[in-house]
C-alpha cells in the first residue's frame, strides 16, 4: 500500500522541518523529515 501525502501533510512537514531548523541546524531538520518519508514507506 502506497501513502498518498496531501496538500495540508507537505505543509505540516514544511513547517516542522522550518521549526526544527531554526532550533537545531538545517541538518538536523533534513535529517528528522527524511526519517518520517522513510518510515511512511
Known amino acids: 500500500m502506497q501513502l ?8 505540516d512537514l ?3 522541518e522550518t521549526h526544527i531548523a531554526q532550533k537545531n541546524s538545517p541538518s ?3 535529517d528528522v ?6 518510515s511512511s514507506h
Request: charged share 25%; hydrophobic share 55%; no cysteine.
Open 33 to 38: 523529515v527524511m526519517n518520517i518519508i522513510d
Open 4 to 11: 498518498k501525502w496531501t496538500d495540508l501533510a507537505n505543509t
Open 14 to 16: 514544511e513547517k516542522i
Open 28 to 30: 538536523v531538520a533534513i
